[in-house]
């Protein structure tokens, strides 16, 4: 499903020009090596532009339309060399290693080697001066005298740095050449000890590639990329079937389903960054406006909430959504990939296709679980998945990053409109001990979306802000500990360390421990008020007396869903109390 899915978006991005063809590749191109008719090296060209990366500019090479690279595994050969697009080493026969080291010459020579074996073969027939010129160069070039090209010799660290060089004859690309484009064509279509077999992704009799492509642009994945479908180990052979003979999959499928997916990795729009997971995403009508928006849904910025806010407001009434004065179908098929590095290979976390609509509204509907009352200075009015998961770690730590794997399982829970992991619920709650009661906006929000989607909490929407009718004995203790600690905060003004930092997890936990105690420091704490403040002394008693009256006895124990209606009831206190402040 997932190969059938990229295949189906690789010819969405051919039709609109975005993608090369069947047999060519979008090449990253650094240099090019200038040749005379005779075949001898007149220069090398520099190929790089000139991009801006934030504040600065960084030269990068310039994407160019060339034959199909190779997916390289170990060993040099002729199949291993790229056709007029490769690196020094096989189109120089040079290295870094400029010194005198023989061994080193030896084996940058059998690249070179390997290349001038597959040039000579697929152009010995093919008319032209561009052709002919490259004959020439690889039947007469001698990689032990390339320091003698001054051109070469003064730019050397560029040119093996590891960026790919080209062919010109008169500042013309060979890869562009009429002849030498037909005799690629033939060539490849003229293939023969392929095995055939039956397509997985296809369902027809095709032949089938052996060694598929890498793909590029998962961080943590290897540089030069790694496979999402390969067998390297007799392990995972079955029936004699070698390499990724073991799940056919045809060349076109194969071409089709690695260019898609590595040219999405490649554009920003069309991806984000979850945990240590990539996440791609695409509709199937290949139309640039679903991707955006749902990119805008996940990741709501204070610029866009009014256009998300609309969105989700039409949905939910039923009426037409759009984006940019462009309507948009919430019948189209949408489809979210997952990746995780794994040495060179991909993890797939998650793969979830579902109608554009459906998508969207059980994102709506996870900020409404969400919704709860919020600091006056916060201007959020979503809390994006990357935001709610930064809520679950430790700020303070270098390396802030979620529990690998629970990223991708929450973002499918709220995509699918199912239970949230276990861990998602547990972190936050140990992120809240941790740190002795520092419970945020963010921190209850989640809570409370828990409680209502995994313990089926029926009340929690009548939970957006402070619940004074209800008498859910967990809910009134966190009331209550608030008031406690709003009491000594104002008979000592400026104190450091409150009995939130001592008392919260133990009150959290075994209220029958820990309340009588508090109960008591309040009556020193009230007396001091008294002496200054009568008014609020009064207030207090009141207040205390109406809370009190809910409770019938302090439990033993709170269970984790208990301790989540205690943080509850904890925060809307505290945020009810600075309500009052910011009025007077």
């Known amino acids: ?216 642009g998962v961080p943590g994945a290897q540089s030069s990329g790694a496979a999402l479908v390969s067998f390297n180990a007799p392990a995972f052979e079955s029936y004699g079937k070698e390499q990724s003979y073991n799940a056919p999959v045809g060349k076109y499928a194969e071409f089709a389903y690695t260019t898609a997916l590595n040219y999405m990795l490649s554009q920003r729009d069309d991806t984000f960054l979850l945990g240590d997971s990539m996440i791609v995403f695409w509709a199937e009508n290949g139309k640039e406006e679903y991707p955006k928006t749902f990119s805008m849904a996940m990741d709501v910025k204070p610029d866009n909430q009014e256009i998300i806010r609309g969105i989700f407001a039409n949905l939910k009434a039923h009426r037409p959504i759009a984006l940019d004065d462009i309507q948009l179908d919430t019948k189209q098929n949408f489809s979210i990939l997952s990746l995780a590095p794994n040495a060179a290979r991909l993890s797939v976390r998650f793969f979830y ?88 906006w963010g921190r209850a929000a989640i809570i409370k979306a828990y409680l209502i989607q995994n313990y089926k909490w029926e009340k929690g929407e009548q939970y957006m802000a402070l619940n004074e009718s209800t008498k859910e004995t967990a809910y009134v203790l966190g009331r209550l500990f608030a008031v406690l600690e709003s009491i000594q905060t104002d008979a000592s003004p400026g104190v450091k360390a409150t009995i939130r930092d001592r008392y919260f997890n133990s009150a959290c936990a075994t209220p029958e421990s820990v309340f009588p105690v508090l109960l008591k420091l309040k009556n020193t704490h009230i007396r001091k008020i008294e002496r200054e403040k009568e008014g609020l002394k009064v207030h207090y008693e009141i207040m205390l007396a109406e809370i009190m009256g809910k409770l019938e006895q302090f439990p033993k124990r709170l269970s984790l869903e208990e301790q989540g209606k205690f943080i509850l009831g904890y925060y809307h206190q505290m945020q009810k109390r600075y309500e009052k402040k910011e009025e007077n």
């Open 353 to 440: 296709q579902n109608s554009f609509g459906m998508i969207l509204q059980n994102i709506s509907q996870h900020y409404q679980r969400m919704e709860l009352v919020k600091p006056v200075w916060e201007d959020r009015d979503y809390l994006g998945i990357s935001q709610l998961l930064a809520e679950t770690m430790n700020q303070k730590s270098k390396d802030k990053m979620p529990v690998p794997n629970m990223a991708s399982m929450v973002l499918m829970a709220i995509l699918s409109g199912s239970r949230y992991p276990a861990s998602l619920y547990t972190d936050t709650l140990i992120r809240i001990r941790t740190e002795q009661g520092k419970v945020t």
């Open 1 to 216: 499903m997932i190969l059938q899915a990229l295949m189906k978006q690789y010819e969405n991005l051919a039709q609109q020009g975005k993608v090369s063809r069947e047999g060519w590749s979008q090449g990253k191109v650094s240099y090019g090596i200038r040749l005379s008719k005779e075949g001898k090296i007149q220069g090398i060209v520099w190929l790089k532009q000139e991009e801006e990366r934030g504040k600065k500019k960084v030269w990068m090479p310039t994407i160019m339309s060339v034959p199909e690279m190779v997916t390289r595994s170990s060993g040099v050969s002729a199949e291993t060399a790229n056709f007029l697009c490769d690196n020094s080493k096989y189109l120089l026969g040079i290295s870094s290693e400029k010194k005198d080291n023989k061994m080193e010459r030896k084996v940058v020579l059998n690249y070179f080697q390997a290349a001038r074996e597959r040039h000579l073969s697929l152009l010995k027939h093919v008319d032209g001066a561009m052709a002919q010129a490259i004959r020439l160069y690889f039947e007469h070039w001698n990689p032990e005298r390339a320091a003698e090209i001054d051109d070469i010799n003064e730019k050397w660290e560029e040119i093996t740095d590891g960026g790919n060089l080209i062919f010109l004859l008169d500042m013309e690309y060979a890869q562009e050449d009429p002849a030498i484009k037909e005799a690629w064509e033939q060539n490849r279509n003229s293939a023969k000890g392929e095995v055939e077999g039956i397509c997985l992704v296809t369902g027809k009799r095709t032949q089938i590639s052996r060694i598929h492509k890498t793909i590029k």
